[in-house]
């Protein structure tokens, strides 16, 4: 029996992070330390670096003596990484950036490897776990939750690229060994589970200091127990002491382990919230947000210093990593610690166009600088719009444009430098310099198409001040869009038709259905940060269902035509009681009171473009509320995908109705819901009728699959951290009841064929990082004055450039990155790339760069070398620009790339 004594730590929770720091390290840490002095036979775990770097920097003599017990073997460090990130949200380079920056920390502060990842506390985890794991240096995990089939303990864990990684289930969960005076009766249910004679147990819990007794305790009971032989040696152990134990004998033995396969994201055997995918809507797409800018400005900072002397980001973007790898928390993402915690994260989403949003506009007006030349002819004016995805786009893009007084008149039309194409655009907004002296700034929207991963430059055609003639401008006449109240559209071989009472649209082809939705449904939530919970179930819906009280009242139907966009804009208010509240299929409503619910719907399709764009503005003010929109499909199906880091995996379908069954609740620890998260997208399908749709959204993944209905979660109203205390303790949370403005974004793609075919995760990607436009002003003396300071490496752009692309459609590009140790320690001009295969079919890939290459080779995700790297990687290209590599399904590769400049 290997006893673990540990503590898991949360930065946040139920406490503040400097409360939690506190008692981590003046209670339990330096408790831990007494112990390891005075008890030969003690050791310890601790599990996250953020804890560390913050007693190196507070407790230096603390920290002192950690080093000297790690050094000893002691305390180990299990898990390692910056802190214990949720696994199931965040993308998966967050999830390698946890990994990276705290395994660099131990082995720069310590010396030391870190082998066992250590799971305790996360809600689940992806399917691309594994490979994450083993590609990051591990050889074991440790894990809580998730798994599917609780029938024994140790087992090796395949992900879907076929990585396996030899691990442990915790069937008493981590604080197993907790009641030392049960220490024999735990044992003989772990025993029950294990696969060798060798048993973990845990002990220990979240913030709880170590107890001084256990090495008496253990050596009491070892006395006790010496003359029978079925009894087991009870010993102290690290994880990977464990480890190293277990698979010593499964190879001297030769035991055949089992293996389980796919995500471990099952309530069967342990709890994995999957409703907290919803609990602070606000904070799933604020990090949504930041991270999408964050990937951004990394991709675009790597390109910088490739083309330019004088500037870069690295500072900023080191602190904002930092930032949002806090954020990726087990707690903090998920959002289910009390209100107070989430201050921080409230101030830098609120902020990001302060901070994350203008470096990232910064950087890019560098890039132009350094690679764009402009045209000579002075006060022209450009769009500059920058693609951060690795294939060709085509997208409506919106840009902002501010000119000096009496200088423009009209926007009248684009010239796209590279083709010399002329792009027409719609007028959004405008406004003037006073007693009609020009347009002061206007934004505009166009169709662009864009190179994979470079930009694209267009000329704005203006009327400029025209002497002896009137240049008032009518601005109500530039701003004019064609208003109408139809209800039928066509959009591409589809024809869209809405109810203009309810909002639902419904799209056909032909006489063929695809699908009926975009209904809100009101349901009620009686449950906490961690679960759903009703007893009503729905309480109003858009087409009627639900309580007959109340009732949606229509505010507003009006449709705006414009050049290229068609925007349909719906209003309605949820109103708790009508009168008359009988007889309503005869008798008129002549009251509407307490309306507690106001929603807008914005509806739009574009020429061109196959995509339906949804966003809907929630006001509410409504206590105990789940808000879902519904989206009904002419078939059923047994399964669905969805995305996943690094991905897409295949989920069962009506998972629902498992908990009406008397027998699955009795064996199961959580009531099976249904209900998934999803990373950008979800695509319901059914190969034989030839018929599917996908669903991308922004921030948003909370969604269930029911019967021919999807549902996606908006938010979860609730006021509790948890209802009943067996989640935590009873703390009153008013700021997760959602009383709050919110704006949702998803989109629809119909589509024949299965998600394969219709490229989801390409539109997932393509509608969560969207083109940037910057407007530039030309002027010649800058450009001249750029030149002689020698900001530039001589790369010039005219009109579009790609500076990277690959190919085919299924491997796509993860970061474009600088190395980690440091731009200045390694051969200049090298860059770490990563890609990977996300239809799960082996690819030839082709590597496209804007620069000769020197040399490349692959890496693990800790960006180290590979001992035995079986990956072969080739240059060729007529400059010796383009990488060929095989990938396997599902397969991630991280490679480094030296350029050569001197070609």
């Not at 030969?40 to 599990?47: A, H, M, P, T």
């Not at 609740?665 to 999803?678: D, I, L, N, Q, R």
């Not at 996606?712 to 709050?740: H, M, N």
Request: proline share 4%; hydrophobic share 35%; glycine share 6%.
């Amino acid at each position: 029996m290997h006893i673990v004594p540990h503590s898991h730590y949360d930065a946040i929770w139920i406490f503040s992070k400097e409360e939690n720091f506190d008692i981590n390290c003046n209670y339990i840490i330096k408790k831990a330390i007494e112990i390891l002095k005075a008890e030969k036979d003690f050791k310890f775990i601790i599990e996250q670096t953020y804890l560390l770097e913050n007693i190196e920097i507070s407790y230096p003599e603390l920290f002192s003596e950690i080093k000297r017990f790690v050094k000893d073997g002691r305390i180990e460090i299990a898990g390692g990484e910056y802190l214990m990130s949720d696994v199931m949200l965040p993308s998966g380079e967050v999830l390698i950036r946890e990994i990276l920056e705290g395994k660099r920390y131990v082995k720069e502060k310590f010396g030391k490897d870190v082998v066992v990842a250590w799971g305790a506390d996360e809600f689940g985890y992806n399917a691309q776990w594994p490979q994450i794991l083993k590609n990051s240096g591990y050889k074991y995990f440790a894990f809580r939750r998730g798994v599917a089939e609780p029938l024994i303990s140790e087992f090796y864990w395949k992900g879907i690229d076929g990585t396996s990684i030899l691990s442990h289930w915790m069937p008493l969960g981590y604080r197993a060994g907790l009641d030392l005076s049960l220490l024999h009766e735990t044992y003989e249910q772990l025993r029950r589970l294990s696969s060798t004679r060798h048993v973990l147990m845990p002990s220990g819990s979240g913030s709880t200091p170590p107890q001084p007794e256990l090495c008496d305790t253990i050596n009491k009971y070892n006395e006790s127990t010496k003359s029978k032989i079925e009894n087991p040696l009870m010993k102290i152990s690290t994880p990977a002491e464990f480890f190293m134990a277990l698979e010593r004998e499964i190879e001297e033995k030769n035991i055949k382990m089992s293996t389980k396969s796919g995500e471990m994201y099952s309530g069967k055997a342990s709890f994995v919230f999957p409703d907290s995918s919803s609990t602070r809507s606000w904070i799933k797409q604020g990090f949504k947000e930041y991270e999408t800018y964050l990937l951004q400005l990394e991709r675009w900072n790597t390109i910088l210093k490739l083309v330019s002397k004088n500037h870069d980001f690295d500072d900023e973007l080191k602190n904002y990593w930092k930032q949002a790898l806090f954020f990726a928390m087990h707690d903090s993402l998920p959002g289910t610690g009390i209100d107070q915690v989430y201050e921080e994260m409230r101030s830098a989403f609120d902020k990001i166009e302060n901070t994350l949003k203008k470096t990232l506009s910064e950087c890019l007006n560098e890039v132009v600088n350094a690679t764009f030349e402009f045209e000579e002819n002075d006060k022209e004016h450009f769009i500059l719009v920058f693609n951060s995805i690795s294939w060709e786009v085509k997208e409506w893009v919106e840009a902002t444009v501010t000119f000096d007084i009496d200088e423009a008149f009209d926007i009248m039309e684009l010239r796209s430098l590279s083709s010399n194409e002329i792009i027409d655009v719609e007028i959004l907004d405008l406004e003037l310099h006073e007693r009609d002296r020009g347009i002061k700034r206007v934004q505009i929207g166009f169709i662009a198409k864009l190179p994979s991963f470079g930009y694209s430059a267009y000329e704005i055609i203006y009327r400029k001040k025209e002497k002896g003639k009137n240049n008032t401008i009518d601005q109500s006449t530039l701003l004019a869009y064609p208003r109408s109240y139809e209800t039928r559209f066509n959009l591409d071989d589809f024809t869209l038709e809405i109810d203009a009472e309810t909002g639902i649209f419904t799209l056909m082809k032909a006489d063929r259905l695809y699908f009926i939705g975009n209904e809100i449904r009101i349901e009620e939530e009686l449950g906490d940060l961690y679960y759903h919970k009703d007893v009503t179930g729905i309480i109003k819906s858009e087409s009627g269902e639900g309580i007959p009280f109340g009732v949606f009242k229509k505010e507003k139907y009006i449709v705006l035509n414009g050049k290229i966009r068609t925007k349909i804009v719906f209003q309605n208010k949820y109103y708790a009681i009508r009168w008359p509240y009988r007889l309503n299929e005869k008798l008129p409503t002549i009251l509407y009171q307490h309306s507690f619910l106001t929603l807008r719907k914005e509806i739009s399709i574009y020429k061109g473009l196959s995509r339906i764009d949804c966003m809907t503005y929630v006001e509410n003010n409504h206590p105990h509320v789940r808000l879902r929109v519904k989206f009904d499909v002419p078939f059923k199906g047994y399964t669905y995908w969805t995305g996943t880091q690094f991905g897409a995996i295949q989920r069962p379908t009506n998972l629902f109705y498992l908990n009406k069954d008397p027998d699955v609740m009795k064996k199961w620890k959580e009531p099976p819901s249904g209900t998934f998260p999803s990373l950008e997208w979800i695509d319901f399908s059914n190969r034989k009728q030839d018929i599917g749709v996908t669903l991308v959204h922004f921030g948003i993944p909370s969604h269930e699959i029911r019967d021919n209905s999807l549902y996606l979660t908006l938010l979860r109203g609730v006021e509790t951290l948890s209802a009943d205390g067996t989640k935590g303790p009873c703390i009153a949370t008013p700021d997760a009841a959602e009383k709050r403005p919110y704006t949702f974004k998803y989109a629809l793609v119909p589509h024949t064929g299965d998600w394969r075919e219709a490229s989801s995760y390409k539109e997932g990607i393509a509608f969560n990082m969207k083109p940037i436009a910057i407007h530039r002003k030309s002027s010649g003396k800058q450009q001249k004055k750029n030149s002689l300071n020698g900001s530039s490496k001589g790369f010039k752009s005219s009109g579009s450039t790609s500076f990277l692309s690959i190919s085919p459609k299924n491997v796509l590009l993860s970061t474009l990155k600088l190395p980690q140790q440091g731009y200045q320690s390694i051969e200049r001009n090298t860059v770490i790339l990563r890609i990977y295969e996300t239809e799960g079919k082996t690819a030839q890939a082709t590597i496209s760069s804007h620069f000769p290459i020197k040399s490349a080779s692959v890496l693990n995700l800790l960006e180290e070398d590979k001992l035995d790297p079986k990956e072969e990687i080739s240059i060729d290209g007529p400059s010796n620009n383009l990488l060929n590599v095989v990938l396997n399904p599902f397969k991630i590769m991280t490679i480094r790339v030296v350029f050569d400049f001197d070609k």
